[in-house]
């Protein structure tokens, strides 16, 4: 896709004032709220709204609302994401250090309420977590399932705390997590900064519709999410879209199981999933199943799976 000659010049109008340059600035490195942004850029709310609906309508970003708050971000790839990255190599800032020290601010305020959730919400965790095998041993079965790698881009649905993103991030080019709560959001952006990665984005976003474009990561991982969805299979068929020719889905939840409290006690809506009616679903999204591995407790508890499945490369179409 490209845009017109009238588009490009819409587009470049939209850029074309020394604070939205600073906005789009501020938005390739991560998505931003308006209150945040008007905190950063030192203006009113209403002053900066006003900039954000102009660059919005014009396609140079993405508006997306979540319950009271509004926030905006660059788009993922495109025309007008070619042309923000354009803009941006060519621009020398001087307020980009003094944003930039804001943002660190904003950042550091986030780090400390996500803190403050995360050691809320730890103890519930750790009461799942105890139901089953070890974690090192789930993430060691889970890098030796996404394979050496390098890759060329991570996609985590549901990326939760950002543990996978820390785990396999280090062997991607780029990487992007994507999850329906901010609170978690700002969990992960302590965790993956802690872990020393800087080619990482965290989006908001729906795990039903990402609205990422097709084939456009080579490794795709929706890790122990499903179990809380009322409809995993739509889920399983959205991450399943992500996957490039020659790319792998990682799929990591819990074998059926009959432990009924997690129902009630922790919002699970599944207990388990089987290993027929995963291979299924990723069969009916276009993918190839490969086999699952299995991690049983090593007392009576939860027994962990891991799911893989395969986009056939072009070569392999052809040789079919």
Same mark, same amino acid.
């Given at each position: ?5 009238a588009?490009? %010049? #819409? &587009?470049?109008?939209a850029? @074309?004032?020394?604070?939205? $340059? ?6 390739a490195l991560?998505? !931003?709220?308006?209150?945040?942004l ?14 954000l ?36 190599d060519l ?9 930039g ?21 730890a ?5 799942i977590?105890s139901?089953?095998?070890s974690?090192?041993a ?5 890098e ?5 790698g390098?890759?060329r881009?991570? %996609? #985590? &649905?549901?990326?939760?705390? @950002?543990?996978?993103l820390? $785990?396999?991030?280090?062997?991607a080019?780029?990487?992007?997590? !994507? ?5 978690m959001l ?7 900064s ?27 991982v ?9 409809d995993?299979?739509?889920a ?16 990591i939840?819990f074998?059926?199981?009959d ?20 291979a ?11 086999a699952?591995i ?8 939860l ?18």
């Open positions: 896709m490209s845009f017109s000659p588009a490009t %010049v #819409d &587009l470049l109008r850029a @074309g004032e020394p604070t939205r $340059l600073r906005i789009l600035s501020l938005l991560e998505e !931003l709220s308006v209150m945040e008007a905190r950063i850029l030192d203006q009113s709310q209403p002053r900066v709204s006003r900039h609906k102009l660059m919005a309508e014009a396609g140079l970003i993405e508006r997306f609302p979540d319950g009271a708050w509004v926030f905006y971000r660059l788009p993922v790839s495109g025309p007008a994401r070619h042309l923000a990255d354009a803009v941006l621009l020398e800032d001087a307020t980009a250090d003094r944003d020290a804001r943002l660190e601010g904003v950042r550091a305020e986030r780090h400390a309420q996500a803190a403050d959730y995360f050691g809320r919400v103890p519930q965790w750790d009461q977590r139901l089953y095998v974690e090192s789930v993430e060691a079965a889970i030796r399932a996404a394979g050496p390098p890759f881009r991570v %996609v #985590d &649905l549901g990326t939760g705390s @950002g543990r996978m820390s $785990l396999l991030g280090g062997r080019a780029t990487s992007l997590g !994507l999850d329906l709560s901010h609170q700002n969990v992960a952006r302590r965790n993956v802690e872990a020393g990665l800087n080619k990482v984005e965290l989006r908001h976003g729906d795990i039903f519709a990402t609205r990422l474009p097709d084939e456009s990561a080579d490794l795709v929706v890790h122990q999410v499903l179990h809380y969805l009322t995993p299979v739509t399983v068929t959205e991450a399943a879209r992500l996957v490039e020719p020659g790319g792998r889905l990682l799929i939840d074998a059926p199981h432990h009924e409290p997690l129902r009630t006690e922790h919002q699970h809506r599944r207990l388990g999933f089987s290993d027929a009616e995963i299924r679903w990723v069969s009916e999204a276009g993918l190839v199943p490969t699952p299995a991690l049983p407790p090593d007392h009576d508890g027994t962990v799976t891991i799911w893989s499945a395969d986009r056939p490369s072009q070569s392999d179409r052809k040789s079919a």
